[in-house]
């Protein structure tokens, strides 16, 4: 289980462990606000570093080690 601290998050870089259409590497760079804005962001924005295709998660994804490592490898 990866431990994130959601202050650290924007532009924190992930590798996904299952590649899809040539993506692997990515960076968060946008955590999206909800529409009441007492509520902390449940959703980022991640862009894939190769072809800047981005996408929206829920930030406890990343906590997935299945799906998701720490940094580019």
């Known amino acids: 289980m990866n431990l994130i601290q959601q202050k650290k998050l924007l ?5 996904a462990t299952e590649i899809v259409a ?5 960076i968060v760079t946008k955590l999206v606000q909800p529409m009441d804005p007492d509520q902390p962001p ?3 924005e991640i862009e894939a570093v190769y072809s800047k295709a981005v996408h929206q998660i829920p930030w406890r994804d990343l906590c997935d080690d299945s799906q998701w ?3 580019w490898k």
């Not at 532009?11 to 590798?15: A, E, M």
């Not at 040539?22 to 990515?26: D, E, G, I, M, T």
């Open 69 to 71: 490592q720490r940094g």
């Open 22 to 26: 040539k993506q692997k590497h990515f």
């Open 11 to 15: 532009l924190s870089k992930w590798t």
């Open 42 to 44: 449940e959703l980022i």
